[in-house]
């Protein structure tokens, strides 16, 4: 768009003001002659003055005769009259010197003004937002913040993006259409006019977004939920009705909003106030462009959200985000393809296999093994070594899972050696009971936080489901450590804090959520969790359910009877196993690590294998 000049009335006046001031200067100098104070006398005396101004400093007198160069004005600075006196006495000429104060006069007036301008215009563009543009910031406030990437300057394409090949498949159909929308509604199809990604955090949505610009080659227009709400009333509709606006002029192109829940929040779902009525109002603008949204004017809107249960149904509805693509965590192959893509840039040792690298990282999100491959790169820095080994993957799994060693965190002897027996315990129950995870690594190195110890356990496939069997075995690996305090000690620690927080988690959702209780029945008493995002949904101290008084401690006894017999089983185990307990225990408090081949083979326990 060319700039436009504008006509400025006041930058006019300006100029004729100053045009008559010079003007008006130039005539009085070409009148008056400026003459010494002694001369003036002359002149007076000898009668060639008609007329006399007196100021304080000067005086200014109009002469009987012109002068020969035509002038009819004198001027002279005044001296003391006593002073010029004695002057005349001797014949001197004299003439008065006025200092010039003309620059103090300016600054007295023009600095205070001009203190009070730049005060002015910094707190008019904090006020305004920042940016450049001076006073033009304060119209801009309605504006669309999208960042605005050229179809040169994405730079990512589908081949960046690794484990979500059902997803590159199903948005593959928005790139076709981007570039041939004729050809794609040949047979009366049309482009779904908003594609919803949808998947815990760190798993690929914005790159995936990108790519889809990139593999298309149209314009991206990126924005975040968050940076349509702002304190002014109707701002983020504006917003919203600007960039829309601007996605039309650049068509074809893609929308990209990030953060969805931000925007798409149901309504209802926070008492009523200022800050809810411009959230609620925002969202109506953007489902109102929804409705006016053409497809095939080449605009295609892509949003992101990890916490779709909160978005509102309105905004769900076909129509507006007709398709939902599901991008979760990698399977195994994923993993491993995601591996190849960040490895590419680290020096990788010969013969390492990657694939065994993705069986570790069970549960791990794309940016989780992306800042895995950087962790294994500084550790094999660190050492001085010429390329990344196995060992410093598993050394760097280990760091970002179990936290960083803290080999300076110097324990007794008595507590070293009830931490040996307490991850010794676990790492038994794990070896004793079948379908548990094969124990990698057990240590006494104090890590992270709080982990005094430390028991990892490598899964060998991806698990989808559970059986309550599985569950309850798992629960008896957490609660054998506190199983090995109490038959070697005869008492037990708090080491065993997160353990227990872990169990009950297990027993509580057996009950509640599973129907795994005969007591109960075939019911759930808790309401969903998020879908994707981990942490408790209801406040500490209780869970919410629609159950009576007399079902909640039922629940609380059923909770209770599954972590007893879960510690039974656990101290069952390793008081049939109590010599291997004592020598595995005994080698870690003098190794304070062990690894898979140095702990014993214990044969599967008979009631385990009967109850599977």
Same mark, same amino acid.
């Given at each position: 768009?060319?700039?436009?000049?504008h006509?400025?009335? @006041?930058?006019?006046?300006?100029?004729?003001?100053?045009?008559? %001031?010079?003007?008006? @200067? *130039?005539?009085?100098?070409? !009148?008056?002659?400026?003459?010494?104070?002694?001369?003036?006398?002359?002149?007076?005396?000898?009668?060639?003055?008609?007329?006399?101004?007196?100021?304080?400093?000067?005086?200014?007198g109009?002469?009987?005769?012109?002068?020969?160069?035509?002038?009819?004005?004198?001027?002279?600075?005044?001296?003391?009259?006593?002073?010029?006196?004695? =002057?005349?006495?001797?014949?001197?000429?004299y003439?008065?010197?006025?200092?010039?104060?003309?620059?103090?006069?300016?600054?007295?007036?023009?600095?205070?003004?001009?203190?009070?301008? #730049?005060? *002015?215009?910094?707190?008019?563009?904090?006020?305004?937002?920042?940016?450049?543009?001076? %006073?033009?910031?304060?119209? !801009?406030?309605?504006?669309?913040?999208?960042?605005?990437?050229?179809?040169?300057?994405?730079?990512?394409t589908?081949?960046?993006?690794?484990?979500?090949?059902?997803?590159?498949?199903?948005? !593959?159909?928005?790139?076709?259409?981007?570039?041939?929308?004729?050809?794609?509604?040949?047979?009366g199809?049309?482009?779904?006019?908003?594609?919803?990604?949808?998947?815990?955090?760190?798993?690929?949505?914005?790159?995936?977004a990108?790519?889809?610009?990139?593999?298309?080659?149209?314009?991206?227009?990126?924005?975040?939920?968050?940076?349509?709400?702002?304190m002014?009333v109707?701002?983020?509709?504006?917003?919203?009705?600007?960039?829309?606006?601007?996605?039309?002029?650049?068509?074809?192109?893609?929308?990209?909003?990030d953060?969805?829940d931000?925007?798409?929040?149901?309504?209802?779902?926070?008492?009523?106030?200022?800050?809810?009525?411009?959230?609620?109002?925002?969202?109506?603008?953007?489902?109102?462009?929804?409705?006016?949204?053409?497809?095939?004017?080449?605009?295609?809107?892509?949003?992101?959200?990890?916490?779709?249960?909160?978005?509102?149904?309105?905004? =769900?509805?076909?129509?507006?985000?007709? /398709?939902?693509?599901?991008?979760?965590?990698?399977?195994?192959?994923?993993r491993? !393809?995601?591996?190849?893509?960040?490895?590419?840039?680290?020096?990788?040792?010969?013969? %390492?296999?990657?694939?065994?690298?993705?069986?570790? +990282?069970?549960?791990?999100?794309?940016?989780?093994?992306?800042?895995?491959?950087?962790?294994?790169?500084?550790?094999?820095?660190?050492?001085?070594?010429e390329?990344?080994?196995?060992?410093?993957?598993?050394?760097?799994?280990?760091?970002?899972?179990?936290?960083?060693?803290k080999?300076? /965190?110097?324990?007794?002897?008595?507590?070293?050696?009830?931490?040996?027996?307490?991850?010794?315990?676990?790492?038994?129950?794990?070896?004793?009971?079948?379908?548990?995870?094969?124990?990698?690594?057990?240590?006494i190195?104090?890590?992270?936080?709080?982990?005094?110890?430390?028991?990892?356990?490598?899964?060998?496939?991806?698990r989808? =489901?559970?059986t309550?069997?599985?569950?309850?075995?798992?629960?008896?690996?957490?609660?054998?450590?506190?199983?090995?305090?109490?038959?070697v000690?005869?008492?037990?620690?708090?080491?065993?804090?997160?353990?227990?927080?872990?169990?009950?988690?297990?027993?509580?959702?057996? #009950?509640?959520?599973?129907?795994?209780?005969?007591?109960?029945?075939?019911a759930?008493?808790?309401?969903?969790q998020?879908?994707?995002?981990?942490?408790?949904?209801?406040?500490?101290?209780?869970?919410?359910?629609?159950?009576?008084?007399e079902?909640?401690?039922?629940?609380?006894?059923?909770?209770?009877?599954?972590?007893?017999?879960?510690?039974? /089983?656990? +101290?069952?185990?390793?008081?049939?196993h /109590?010599? $291997?307990?004592?020598? #595995?225990?005994?080698?870690?408090?003098?190794?304070?690590?062990?690894?898979?081949?140095?702990?014993?083979?214990?044969?599967? $326990?008979?009631?385990?294998?009967?109850?599977?």
């Amino acid at each position: 768009m060319e700039p436009k000049t504008h006509f400025n009335f @006041w930058y006019f006046v300006i100029a004729m003001l100053a045009i008559m %001031m010079i003007q008006s @200067w *130039w005539q009085e100098a070409q !009148q008056v002659e400026t003459v010494p104070y002694s001369e003036f006398q002359t002149l007076m005396r000898d009668g060639k003055v008609a007329e006399v101004s007196v100021a304080d400093t000067y005086v200014r007198g109009i002469l009987r005769a012109p002068l020969p160069d035509g002038r009819n004005q004198i001027y002279a600075v005044r001296v003391d009259p006593d002073l010029a006196e004695d =002057l005349d006495k001797f014949g001197i000429t004299y003439t008065g010197i006025v200092q010039n104060n003309f620059l103090s006069k300016i600054l007295s007036w023009v600095l205070p003004v001009l203190l009070f301008f #730049v005060l *002015w215009m910094y707190v008019f563009r904090r006020f305004a937002g920042g940016a450049a543009g001076g %006073m033009g910031n304060l119209m !801009q406030i309605g504006k669309s913040k999208a960042k605005i990437h050229m179809e040169k300057g994405i730079g990512v394409t589908f081949e960046d993006v690794a484990g979500v090949d059902e997803a590159k498949a199903e948005l !593959q159909e928005v790139v076709q259409f981007l570039k041939a929308p004729e050809a794609y509604g040949r047979l009366g199809a049309r482009m779904p006019k908003g594609t919803l990604l949808v998947g815990p955090p760190g798993c690929g949505k914005t790159l995936l977004a990108r790519a889809v610009a990139g593999e298309a080659g149209v314009t991206f227009f990126s924005v975040s939920g968050s940076e349509f709400v702002e304190m002014f009333v109707g701002v983020g509709a504006s917003r919203v009705r600007d960039l829309f606006e601007q996605a039309r002029k650049s068509a074809p192109c893609i929308i990209f909003i990030d953060e969805m829940d931000a925007l798409g929040r149901a309504r209802g779902l926070t008492p009523v106030s200022g800050g809810s009525g411009e959230a609620e109002q925002t969202l109506n603008q953007l489902l109102a462009e929804l409705d006016g949204f053409d497809p095939s004017a080449g605009v295609v809107l892509l949003a992101a959200t990890n916490r779709p249960e909160i978005l509102d149904p309105a905004l =769900l509805r076909p129509g507006r985000f007709d /398709r939902q693509v599901l991008i979760d965590r990698p399977d195994k192959a994923g993993r491993e !393809q995601i591996l190849r893509v960040h490895v590419k840039k680290i020096a990788l040792a010969r013969h %390492m296999s990657l694939e065994e690298i993705a069986g570790l +990282t069970a549960g791990f999100t794309g940016a989780d093994l992306a800042n895995l491959c950087n962790e294994a790169a500084i550790l094999a820095t660190r050492r001085g070594a010429e390329d990344v080994t196995a060992e410093d993957f598993v050394g760097a799994i280990e760091r970002i899972v179990a936290g960083l060693e803290k080999k300076n /965190r110097l324990l007794n002897p008595y507590e070293r050696k009830v931490v040996a027996f307490h991850e010794t315990g676990h790492a038994l129950v794990a070896l004793a009971l079948p379908g548990m995870d094969p124990v990698q690594k057990i240590s006494i190195i104090p890590r992270g936080i709080g982990a005094l110890g430390y028991t990892i356990q490598r899964p060998t496939e991806d698990r989808y =489901l559970m059986t309550r069997g599985e569950l309850e075995n798992k629960m008896a690996v957490l609660l054998g450590g506190r199983a090995a305090e109490m038959l070697v000690f005869a008492n037990i620690s708090t080491g065993a804090a997160d353990d227990l927080n872990k169990a009950t988690d297990i027993a509580r959702n057996m #009950v509640m959520r599973y129907g795994m209780d005969e007591t109960l029945g075939q019911a759930i008493y808790i309401e969903d969790q998020p879908q994707f995002l981990t942490g408790a949904l209801h406040p500490p101290g209780g869970m919410a359910g629609n159950y009576s008084p007399e079902t909640a401690r039922e629940i609380d006894v059923a909770v209770r009877a599954l972590i007893e017999r879960a510690f039974e /089983r656990a +101290t069952a185990i390793l008081t049939r196993h /109590r010599k $291997e307990l004592d020598e #595995v225990a005994a080698q870690l408090l003098e190794k304070e690590t062990l690894v898979a081949e140095d702990l014993p083979e214990i044969p599967p $326990e008979p009631e385990a294998q009967a109850a599977e």
